[in-house]
């Protein structure tokens, strides 16, 4: 695929170049309390516009229901880009309408703008191939090239992601670039021991990945809701803990299939209620009451998790342990994330709320290999499933 890299050789003064990035940062009103994505699309849009190119930013926040909604705007987006460009980021009122193309012809050489977000047009996720299409020729209307540099949304079919890129030179961003170079090296030859940490609330979640890895991997250390419905597979009661009882069965056979890989919490930390303020005890994974929730893993399965970890050659996080937004349930999250630092291995964290954690509990991020921007895209790939929007970079 060409790069960002030729691009910039081509030469890009004077040029209108569209860049699909991820904004898609968490909001408390119009507060972004994880900017962890802007940061990592200023690399692209800033060697562009340094390059003195006319930068035109396209991106979504949330799931709007295909019109525009004020609580989805991107216009906090558009201040944080700019205070961390050290440059204006212009926004336009809309994603291709007269506000678009007024703003894009304003812009002077090293200029930015950002779109509205994308997904106030219903075009830009339809199913329908020709309505995509009508709205990626509006895109490419706006540009002379396109940089795909948004890694989590390449697993979507979608205008700004794949249809536009049938329609102007396009190139990899060095974002996308770099995810896909360490999710081959997680999937081609990776060094064992292979341990993968997996969290989040649902089994049915991360089905597909589990099914996936567990052939390739030499242990998946389970945390995080999930971990429920697997201990209710062993017949431990789980209280009022999350429980997916459909997956039962599903979990029962990956555990007789993969005994010695599996790693279930020994100990979970419950709860009375959903709360900070909640009472807590700290129990056997075999001893939780009924009536009570597990919100957390326990300090003996982070110990255990813990020694694992330290002797592993790569490690691939996520999902979180617990509840690590709730101070009495982050300990789970924050053990493993700070074994997978003090390890040797090549670790890599996967994206969505596991890299929020690290954030959000202070972690250094420099201690892991890589922090992944696209949680469900890395787990699509390492699926084995064709991303859309790298696809048509390599085609």
């Known amino acids: 695929m060409k790069t960002l890299d030729d691009l910039l050789a081509e030469g890009v003064s004077g040029r209108r170049v569209l860049v699909r990035a991820d904004l898609n940062v968490p909001l408390d009103g119009d507060k972004i309390t994880d900017d962890g994505r802007v940061r990592a699309s200023l690399p692209t849009i800033g060697a562009l516009a340094d390059a003195g190119a006319r930068v035109v930013v396209a991106a979504?926040?949330?799931?709007?229901?295909?019109a525009p909604e004020a609580k989805y705007s991107l216009a906090p987006v558009a201040a944080r880009l700019g205070e961390l460009l050290g440059r204006p980021v212009a926004l336009a009122d809309d994603v291709v309408g007269a506000s678009a193309r007024a703003t894009?012809?304003?812009?002077?050489d090293g200029g930015v703008a950002l779109l509205e977000n994308v997904r106030f047009d219903p075009r830009e996720t339809s199913k329908d191939a020709a309505e995509r299409g009508a709205l990626a020729d509006e895109y490419a209307a706006l540009a002379d090239a396109f940089v795909s540099d948004g890694f989590g949304v390449v697993h979507r079919k979608q205008a700004s992601v794949y249809d536009v890129a049938t329609r102007l030179p396009a190139y990899a961003g060095g974002?996308?670039?770099?995810?896909?170079e360490v999710l081959k090296r997680l999937t081609d030859g990776a060094e064992r021991p292979y341990v993968v940490a997996l969290g989040g609330s649902k089994v049915s979640d991360k089905l597909a990945v589990i099914s996936s890895l567990l052939p390739k991997v030499d242990a998946i250390l389970v945390g995080g809701g999930?971990?429920?419905?697997?201990?209710?597979?062993?017949?431990?009661?789980?209280?009022?803990?999350?429980?997916?009882?459909?997956?039962?069965?599903?979990?029962?056979?990956?555990?007789?299939?993969?005994?010695e890989k599996i790693v279930l919490p020994a100990d979970v930390v419950i709860a009375d209620a959903f709360s900070a303020e909640a009472n807590t005890h700290t129990v056997l994974a075999a001893n939780i009451r009924e009536g009570w929730k597990g919100l957390d893993i326990g300090p003996i399965?982070?110990?255990?998790?813990?020694?694992?970890?330290?002797?592993?050659?790569?490690?691939?996080?996520?999902?979180?342990?617990?509840?690590?937004?709730?101070?009495p349930f982050a300990e789970g999250t924050r053990g493993v994330a700070q074994a997978i630092v003090d390890s040797a291995a090549f670790s890599v964290v996967g994206g969505g709320d596991s890299a929020a954690a690290v954030r959000l509990l202070g972690l250094p991020e420099d201690g892991f290999s890589h922090i992944s921007t696209g949680g469900g895209a890395s787990l699509e790939y390492l699926e084995g499933k064709e991303l859309p929007g790298v696809a048509i970079l390599e085609a």
């Open 175 to 180: 974002l996308v670039l770099a995810e896909v």
């Open 104 to 108: 894009v012809a304003g812009l002077a």
């Open 226 to 259: 999930m971990c429920f419905t697997f201990l209710a597979a062993e017949g431990l009661g789980v209280g009022d803990s999350l429980l997916e009882a459909e997956m039962i069965d599903t979990c029962k056979r990956l555990l007789a299939e993969y005994p």
């Open 301 to 327: 399965t982070v110990e255990r998790y813990g020694a694992i970890l330290a002797g592993a050659g790569t490690v691939f996080w996520n999902g979180p342990m617990g509840v690590f937004e709730l101070a």
């Open 60 to 66: 979504h926040l949330g799931r709007p229901k295909g």
